[in-house]
């Protein structure tokens, strides 16, 4: 489905006995379970919310794939989406580019005291949005509230359970020589969409965040090549650099990327500019790395191109026996640097 898309909305706002977030809501008395019962379990309503036991009960069978995230992005709205359907997202994305099929989540809220129900509200029908597009179940959960000035507004944690693809055989030891690195679309958008929101760095741009659910993508990829996708990364926090390093480290080989092949945005380039980021550093929520083998590489691109949302996806390197352990950049006027690996605090409370 198009991230453009809009999906119906079934179940009508809830109408809240408080303006916003009381202590007395997290107390697990007649304030927790109204909240639960006209937002959580109204808007996600299934067999096993229903059931409002401590453990949710599900058979799976096969090679089963088991991811958990928080998410405390700052601001917790934001061009393109907010944090309820950036926690699905994310979770949905882990075990999509690990080879599974997404199917059951945990939701956790820590809420801070005040935070208004109407916010409450929008950031819940994001998440029933997003479940409903990635077609994934949220099965069970907790909710906890902290006195004001002890959060911001909401954090969130979601876990994810999945199914392997039987035809997946993804790892760092499949990564050989010559292999193939591509991406699947823009980079930055993300971390660059949070950044121009943020208080004192706000100018004018068009962007959104690209927070997406990849998991047809990555399936169909796995469906048509099989063992010849080699291993797949979700770029978010520390972006496309960060990924490579980790992958060059753990593998021991050399990876060269070619700056001019880098797909990215004029908006995106010029944000990043004025803000000092490197692009290659920055937050991605909704495209991916593979390392595919390099005879099929461009069958791979040419699969990704047909698909949504993969347009812009290029292959933009490749493994190397050269520079063991180290990420190399060819600039666009034949200089090479290396691409070190991220040191300190980049870009705080991005996702």
Not at 73 to 85: A, M
């Amino acid at each position: 489905m198009s991230k453009t898309q809009k999906i119906e909305i079934k179940c009508p706002t809830p109408v809240w006995e408080f303006d916003s977030i009381t202590i007395g809501h997290g107390g697990g008395g007649r304030l927790t379970q109204e909240l639960l019962r006209k937002g959580v379990f109204s808007l996600l309503d299934n067999d096993w919310l229903r059931e409002q036991g401590d453990a949710a009960t599900i058979k799976l069978e096969g090679n089963i794939a088991f991811s958990t995230d928080s998410f405390v992005v700052s601001p917790v709205i934001f061009p393109g989406g907010n944090i309820g359907d950036l926690a699905v997202n994310g979770t949905v994305n882990d075990l999509a580019v690990s080879g599974a099929k997404p199917m059951y989540l945990s939701l956790s809220f820590i809420l801070e005291e005040g935070l208004e129900m109407k916010l409450f509200s929008r950031i819940l029908n994001s998440i029933r949005e997003a479940c409903e597009s990635a077609g994934v179940k949220v099965i069970t959960g907790d909710t906890k509230v902290v006195e004001k000035g002890k959060g911001d507004q909401i954090f969130i944690n979601t876990t994810g359970l999945g199914v392997m693809h039987p035809k997946a055989r993804l790892g760092m030891k499949r990564v050989k020589n010559g292999d193939a690195i591509v991406i699947s679309g823009p980079l930055a958008r993300h971390g660059v969409t949070i950044m121009s929101k943020r208080n004192g760095l706000e100018f004018e741009t068009s962007l959104e965040s690209d927070t997406r659910p990849l998991h047809q993508l990555c399936l169909n990829l796995i469906n048509t090549f099989g063992s010849e996708i080699h291993l797949m990364r979700d770029p978010t926090r520390g972006g496309v650099a960060t990924v490579l390093n980790e992958i060059a480290e753990q593998t021991g080989l050399g990876i060269q990327l070619i700056e001019k092949k880098l797909p990215i945005e004029d908006e995106v380039a010029g944000a990043c500019e004025m803000l000092g980021l490197d692009p290659l550093y920055v937050a991605n929520e909704g495209l991916f790395v593979a390392i595919v083998d390099r005879a099929k590489s461009k069958d791979c691109l040419d699969l990704i191109h047909k698909l949504e949302p993969g347009s812009m996806a290029t292959q933009i390197g490749e493994i190397t026996m050269e520079h063991p352990g180290k990420v190399v950049l060819k600039s666009t006027i034949g200089g090479r640097r290396v691409l070190a690996k991220a040191t300190g605090e980049l870009l705080p409370r991005i996702c």
